[in-house]
């Protein structure tokens, strides 16, 4: 008499390793679900924003950033790019030093001090610096900064490294408008 080589106790065994395993699968598979909506959830997006405000006596220029991300941005670090060197991102004294003429036609300027850990909640928004300039010297700003009249790609970058809670971590750059940050 020949045996069977599947009986029933082999098959309900089989089935249940086969069940157990497949339930292990998925189980793996929504573990990596949720932990991906979990970073996407709270992924901070920073980008710039820049502006040029006239009224009748001054023109004013500002520079800033906005969180449009989902959750904060936590700040690395921060750099003016400037004739090949980086400069820490203080416009006032970055001014002082690379565009002094520039600086002495400026009435008054403001710079907010970006630093490591700093933190940037979602949909806040923070003006680095502004500059108002009063129209009579509108043309030599200009030509301190190497501009023609209007322009407003004036010759430096801000380049700001920044992280999510997750420490996922991305560069942005100020001449990298309309970009999405590079993710590191």
């Known amino acids: 008499?020949?045996?069977?080589?599947?009986?029933?106790?082999?098959?309900?065994?089989?089935?249940a390793i086969f069940i157990s395993l497949l339930t292990l699968i998925i189980f793996l598979y929504q573990t990596r679900v949720i932990s991906k909506q979990a970073r996407l959830s709270v992924t901070p997006r920073i980008s710039f924003t820049s502006g040029v405000a006239n009224s009748d006596s001054t023109v004013v220029f500002?520079?800033?950033?906005?969180?449009?991300?989902l959750g904060p941005a936590i700040i690395?670090?921060?750099?003016?790019?400037?004739k090949n060197k980086y400069y820490p991102l203080n416009f006032k004294s970055f001014t002082e030093k690379n565009y002094p003429q520039a600086d002495s036609l400026v009435?008054?300027?403001?710079s907010f001090f970006l630093t490591k850990g700093?933190?940037?909640?979602?949909?806040?928004?923070?003006?680095?610096?502004?500059?108002?300039?009063p129209k009579q010297n509108l043309l030599s700003f200009y030509q301190a900064y190497g501009l023609k009249e209007g322009d407003t790609n004036f010759p430096?970058?801000?380049?700001?490294?920044?992280?999510?809670?997750y420490e996922e971590k991305w560069k942005v750059s100020f001449n990298a408008i309309g970009q999405h940050p590079i993710q590191l």
């Open 1 to 15: 008499m020949k045996k069977k080589i599947f009986n029933t106790e082999k098959i309900i065994g089989f089935s």
């Open 62 to 69: 500002s520079i800033g950033i906005k969180n449009n991300g």
């Open 76 to 82: 690395d670090s921060t750099a003016i790019f400037a």
């Open 107 to 110: 009435n008054h300027t403001s």
């Open 118 to 133: 700093a933190t940037l909640l979602p949909n806040n928004e923070l003006t680095l610096t502004e500059a108002a300039v």
């Open 156 to 165: 430096f970058d801000v380049i700001i490294f920044y992280s999510s809670i």
